[in-house]
């Protein structure tokens, strides 16, 4: 049912006024929705992408670090005598108001912290193998804390895109069609009120001139 408004031309100019923004906003957040799902797809791509390297890069990694223990017998002390990493900035970048993370390492000339002495070649392999795993996890976790994101944004989107296509605008429309069905009902009966006075007052004429 229409909503219940008193149907005069004021009401009916507010609430066409209110059923082109509602179509306003919800062609807005069409056009939204659209944007962020293509900004999805280009990161659901990536994180495909960088999954199935990172897992290779990883394989690498845990094998050379098992080698390494293996020549070198358990490299605990070693590994407690690497810096830890405090390099990692993170910004935000906005896609139509979804703030998406930006995850940065800052790049600096390897370096190795131990000495050489007794280590070996295949702890140095090991190292660079996971200073390339470091990189890509930062890529990673800011994609896939993109996707997550994008993917809120994306819901939320559509549920008000909905609550305006399939609530809001048919609820304007039916109260415009109510209003203007009125309206004309009322001027269809003033139209016939005055064609009965104006009857009434002919025959009243010519009643006098007899």
């Known amino acids: 049912m229409a909503e219940q408004v008193f149907p005069t031309k004021g009401n009916l100019i507010n609430t066409k006024k209110s059923l082109r923004l509602a179509r306003l906003g919800y062609e807005l957040l069409d056009r939204k929705r659209n944007i962020l799902i293509r900004e999805l797809m280009t990161m659901v791509n990536t994180v495909k992408t960088i999954r199935g390297s990172i897992e290779e890069t990883y394989i690498k990694a845990y094998a050379a670090l098992q080698e390494a223990n293996i020549t070198m017998g358990v490299i605990e002390n070693i590994a407690h005598s690497m810096p830890v990493e405090d ?8 896609v139509m108001g979804c703030e998406l993370p930006q995850v940065t390492i ?28 470091k990189q890509m996890t930062a890529v990673l976790a800011e994609v896939e804390n993109g996707v ?3 993917a809120v944004a994306i819901k939320k989107t559509q549920t ?11 609820k304007f429309e039916l109260t415009v069609w109510y209003i203007s069905n ?6 269809r009966e003033e139209f016939s009120r005055l064609k009965v006075i104006k009857h009434q007052k002919n025959k009243a004429k010519e009643a006098s001139e007899e």
């Open 160 to 170: 008000r895109a909905n609550a305006l296509k399939n609530i809001v605008i048919p």
């Open 106 to 133: 800052k790049e600096r000339t390897p370096t190795l912290d131990y000495g050489f002495a007794v280590t070996n070649s295949s702890l140095d392999y090991a190292y660079i193998c996971f200073e390339k795993v």
């Open 148 to 150: 997550y994101r994008l």
């Open 182 to 187: 009125s309206l004309e009902e009322k001027e």
């Open 87 to 94: 390099s990692v900035t993170v910004t935000y970048r906005s």
